[in-house]
């Protein structure tokens, strides 16, 4: 019984960590008025039929804090390269220059920067929904063990421990969501 209570417990902190993970993965699209390379993981460009991340065609740098260097391998990507960019409607206007598509930064509007605070509220409270998600099928494991020969005491105790994990876990998306907000707001 030890054994499957340890094996719940790893379990449960395994998937509460992922929902972090996904959490952070989510706050880092999230631009903050600087340039980053993330800001373009969700687009893809059609290359020989298949349809390819941009970061498998291209080299993606960051020149300055407002600017995005996008170094096709193959120069005959570029127009796919800048239409695909322009249809991610990102707000971006990328140029092409021949050798390279450069996207300008625009700073962010007040208006702007709330509705990405909105934005970054919103994964925080997806990520709480994910690890309440986690919460609950660790009680109902709870439950079932205490049917299988758990005593009530021992499962009060995971009961317990399970939201001692809960509530670390909520406190540590409130926090990231309040840095990101911060970082947004940052003029």
């Known amino acids: 019984m030890e054994e499957e209570l340890s094996f719940l417990k790893e379990s449960l902190a395994d998937d509460m960590t992922k929902a972090i993970a996904h959490l952070d993965k989510a706050l880092l699209k999230i631009r903050a008025g600087r340039a980053n390379p993330t800001m373009l993981d969700g687009i893809f460009i059609d290359y020989y039929g298949s349809q390819v991340k941009l970061q498998q065609v ?40 021949g050798d390279a598509v450069i996207i300008n930064i625009p700073p ?8 990405l ?55 540590l998306i409130d926090q990231r969501v309040a840095e990101k907000e911060v970082d ?4």
């Open 184 to 187: 947004i707001l940052k003029l």
């Open 108 to 115: 962010l509007t007040e208006e702007r920067r709330k509705e």
């Open 117 to 171: 605070v909105r934005m970054a509220k919103v994964e925080g409270e997806d990520a709480k929904v994910a690890i309440r998600s986690v919460r609950k099928e660790g009680m109902d494991e709870a439950k079932r063990m205490e049917k299988d020969g758990l005593s009530e005491d021992q499962r009060k105790d995971l009961e317990n421990q399970i939201q001692a994990m809960v509530d670390k876990q909520s406190s």
């Open 58 to 97: 291209s080299n993606i740098t960051t020149p300055d804090a407002r600017t995005l260097f996008v170094q096709p391998f193959e120069k005959n990507l570029i127009h796919d390269i800048e239409k695909a960019i322009t249809y991610a409607n990102l707000g971006f206007n990328p140029m092409n220059n």
